[in-house]
């Protein structure tokens, strides 16, 4: 069905033309002159620059037609079969050797109203044998998203209970800045420690690791800081793990991307694990 529905509707191309001034047979050879200043060179760039605006204008409508039809999909589906795939995807990545290897980690806080694949087991058995006193070697650390403003900044902090959790304005539980005795929890960005794992939501993914998220741009902005902090550290690459409902994943090349958008390494669906990038394809086949 998506794969129809792009065929209709292709992307525009507009090709810019170069004018190429002839030269007369009878003219004089050739003198090397001076280059014209900047303000009297041929303005190229504002072609350049209305083709990429207008490329980008289509590929934000064309995701913006792929949300909703996702979503009316995710309202529609049957609540035995999501209960099903909830479970069968939280137990795949529970019993998965590279899950119960990784020490520290990222994931979300799943929310019923924006039908996210359930979380609230993983994070359960996570915080059950919580990292003591920062030390990730006697359990796994974890860090939730809390979204700070409307321009895409969000940060991931550390929590070692459910009870840490508050509601914020959109009734989405996420954790407070403090905890209960005043203290500042820690920030992803400022840990000593790399993290091995993300576990991230999505409307839809395909399995060459595209991932379309809800439009915020929160989790894209959030992912190129933290693949930045890793490399100035010289730490090992985190495995971006996608979790899915069978009906989220798309045909390959449905998904329109920009430079902006980062990949997913893996994806878990019902049916199992899908490993994507050659990261991905080496520790999780190990």
Not at 36 to 43: F, T
Request: hydrophobic share 40%.
């Amino acid at each position: 069905m998506w794969t129809r529905w792009l065929a209709s509707n292709p992307t525009p191309r507009v090709k810019a033309a170069l004018m190429i001034q002839p030269t007369s047979l009878l003219s004089p050879p050739p003198r090397i002159l001076p280059s014209r200043p900047a303000c009297l060179r041929p303005n190229v760039t504002m072609s350049t620059d209305l083709d990429q605006s207008t490329h980008l204008n289509e590929i934000f409508k064309q995701k913006g037609i792929l949300r909703t039809q996702v979503r009316k999909a995710l309202k529609f589906m049957d609540p035995s079969l999501r209960s099903q795939e909830d479970n069968a995807i939280q137990s795949i990545v529970l019993e998965a050797p590279w899950f119960k290897s990784s020490r520290s980690l990222c994931a979300y806080i799943s929310c019923t109203s924006l039908r996210e694949v359930d979380t609230s087991k993983l994070l359960t058995e996570i915080l059950r044998n919580p990292a003591k006193d920062g030390c990730a070697q006697t359990g796994k650390k974890l860090y939730v998203p809390r979204v700070e403003d409307k321009n895409s900044h969000m940060r991931m902090l550390n929590i070692s209970s459910m009870d840490d959790l508050i509601a914020n304005s959109m009734n989405i539980l996420e954790p407070a800045p403090e905890d209960h005795v005043g203290n500042v929890r820690e920030d992803v960005m400022q840990a000593n420690v790399p993290v091995d794992l993300f576990l991230l939501p999505g409307l839809a993914f395909d399995k060459s690791g595209r991932r379309l998220g809800r439009g915020g741009g929160y989790y894209d902005t959030f992912l190129r800081k933290y693949q930045e902090l890793a490399r100035e550290r010289n730490w090992k690459d985190p495995l971006f793990v996608g979790l899915s409902y069978s009906l989220q994943i798309m045909d390959e090349g449905v998904i329109p991307v920009t430079l902006h958008d980062v990949l997913v390494d893996a994806l878990v669906t019902p049916s199992g694990v899908i490993p994507i990038s050659p990261s991905a394809i080496e520790r999780m086949q190990n």
